[in-house]
């Protein structure tokens, strides 16, 4: 083209460029797939997989809505040794909150599709059987705070002490827990399955978490966490920061 434009300045050929501008144009007009639309659906395209969690962060992200629950929980049980008035309602609500999206959402997601993989590699079987076995205890020690999280348990003194003991215990369980996974698990599942299969396992764990929660599942349970929060006056961030 640069050659053919030298051609045409040094002839003084005004209709050869005319023409050769309104071929251009038309040319772009003609470009689906290579003009300005085509490189729009590409930016779109690029911006849906900068998107997109790996099954490592997802699983990550989610201790992170744990972590917010434990702060819950150890505010239940603080009031409860201070013998403070704890509404029933948010302790029911993060009790479901596990029992729906901790236990039967993201913990059958390490033992449906996670240890199964590490036990047939035999790679960290130990770790995997007591993540296992906690995952258990986990849903005893919830089946006792959904029980006791009513109006009537928490006026009856042997039931707030019973109920701080199984928040004790859970929060005692669920940290060292949530950080071992982190720490030890999460990473090494790079290392027992291919680059496919690991991307394979990010898209098995949205369609799950779409099909048991709807669209922006996290990002809904993640603000049910915060209401609750705000509710109990330990939503704001800046409280816990130490003064000095």
Known sequence: MEVSRRKLVVAGATRGITGLAAGLSRGLAKEPSGGSAGREGKRDKEAEHEEEVSPAEDLMREHGALKRILLVFGESLHRLHANQDLPPKALADTAGIVRSFVEDYHEKLEED????????????????????????????????????????????????????????????????????????????????????????????????????????????????????????????????????
Do not use: W
């Open 113 to 244: 599709y996670l240890f199964p993989r590490f036990k047939k590699a035999n790679k960290l079987v130990d770790l995997v059987d007591v993540l296992l076995a906690q995952h258990r205890a986990g849903r005893r020690l919830t089946d006792t705070v959904l029980r006791l999280s009513t109006a009537q348990s928490l006026k009856n003194a042997d039931d707030r002490k019973t109920l701080a003991e199984v928040l004790h215990l859970f929060i005692r369980m669920y940290n060292p827990h949530a950080a071992r996974e982190d720490t030890v698990l999460f990473p090494a599942l790079h290392g027992i399955v291919s680059a496919h299969e690991y991307d394979s396992l990010g898209e098995d764990f949205e369609k799950k978490e779409q099909q048991l929660f709807g669209a922006d599942g996290f990002e809904k349970m993640v603000d049910r966490i915060a209401a609750i929060e705000k509710s109990l006056g330990i939503y704001d961030l800046a409280q816990f920061t130490p003064r000095g």
